[in-house]
């Protein structure tokens, strides 16, 4: 059976572990297994060979140049962890806990039709529509908008008609432990 490049190539990436996810779930399995074996046995086969010199002066210097401003948090858009909130239709994604204040950055993603129930704020809580819509009572924000939620208020329940991404920055409540 004859295999398109095209999904010659795209299995060929997942099975050096360089796609994102999404585009991962779409390699044809059976290939991808095949060249992940081949490549697993080309490892076990191939002598290490010293890079250059220039070429370790390079890698050393981008490391150094890394390790320099040793970034307190590194997500990539590609990094698929996103963590199931308990509640139907609804996603969060970590970005940074800061231990010292309390607070979390995040993504929040709710599925068309998808609704939070209420909840009550136990501190401030900023929040960003990336994308879509989150609607509470007669309140309709859209994307670009971004509202915050005072200490000791109580949040009616959130809900989207189209689905939505949000950024979120909070303290203590039910949904994330800083």
């Not at 010292?100 to 929040?108: A, D, E, G, I």
Request: glycine share 6%.
């Amino acid at each position: 059976m004859s295999v398109p490049e095209k999904d010659q190539e795209l299995a060929a990436l997942a099975a050096l572990g360089m796609l994102p996810p999404a585009d991962r779930a779409n390699a044809p399995r059976e290939i991808v297994q095949e060249m992940s074996e081949a490549a697993a046995l080309l490892a076990e086969i191939v002598e290490p060979v010293p890079p250059s010199p220039s070429v370790r002066d390079r890698l050393l210097t981008r490391v150094g140049n890394y390790e320099a401003l040793k970034p307190l948090a590194d997500v990539r858009g590609y990094d698929d962890n996103w963590i199931d909130s308990g509640v139907p239709g609804v996603d969060m994604k970590i970005l940074f806990r800061d231990k010292k204040l309390r607070r979390t950055t995040m993504l929040l993603r709710m599925a068309p039709g998808a609704q939070l129930p209420a909840h009550h704020h136990h501190d401030d809580e900023q929040c960003l529509v990336v994308s879509g819509d989150v609607r509470w009572g007669e309140l309709v924000y859209r994307e670009g908008d971004f509202v915050v939620m005072g200490n000791a208020t109580t949040h009616p329940v959130v809900s989207t008609i189209d689905g939505n991404l949000l950024l979120l920055i909070a303290g203590h409540n039910e949904y994330v432990q800083a």
